[in-house]
């Protein structure tokens, strides 16, 4: 994705100066905020996009929808909006958030289900992990209904497929190999 790198610099820079000064994870959970509302909203993502608006108008956007944000984060958005980057908003928010979760050794365990995790089923998948790992994590629930039920766990490099779709389409490929129900 074009972007990614300058992202990536901005939101180092951003997380060394909320370290700085002590508020890294107050600036982190604006940063979560920013990216949930960016990713759910196709309008704020046009708006940031769209060079015709004009700085002042953005900034005032901004404030409007993320008014409770640390001065850090407020420092953040005039940054990108003066270099003309503020389309990248999302993205440094999102690289801001692996960063924090990666300098202070928390695992982010991605979790699909056909239906929101309940507590139920959110204290198994933490033990799956847990088995899998040898630590904890903090989990990110996404809802596809494709895998029917069960889960597909994903943790950085790691993925455990529970899923009944997984199982059926395994079950399919058994019965395609076997030679004796061929033959009938």
């Not at 420092?75 to 003309?84: H, K, P, Q, S, W």
Request: hydrophobic share 45%; proline share 1%.
């Amino acid at each position: 994705m074009k972007g990614t790198r300058a992202a990536q610099r901005y939101a180092k820079a951003i997380l060394d100066l909320a370290k700085d000064q002590n508020i890294s994870e107050l600036v982190n959970n604006d940063m979560e905020t920013i990216s949930k509302t960016i990713v759910a909203s196709d309008e704020l993502q046009d708006v940031l996009s769209n060079p015709v608006i004009k700085a002042e108008h953005m900034k005032n956007i901004l404030l409007e929808i993320f008014k409770d944000v640390h001065a850090v984060t407020l420092g953040a958005f005039d940054v990108l909006l003066e270099n003309n980057r503020i389309a990248l908003l999302k993205w440094v928010a999102q690289k801001y958030t692996f960063l924090y979760n990666e300098m202070n050794h928390i695992q982010v365990a991605t979790v699909t289900t056909a239906i929101p995790l309940n507590a139920q089923l959110e204290t198994m998948i933490l033990n799956k992990i847990k088995d899998l790992t040898g630590n904890g994590a903090k989990i990110i629930n996404k809802i596809d209904s494709k895998i029917i039920g069960g889960f597909i766990l994903r943790i950085n490099d790691i993925q455990y497929n529970a899923s009944i779709a997984a199982n059926l389409s395994n079950l399919g490929r058994k019965f395609k190999n076997n030679t004796f129900i061929s033959k009938i």
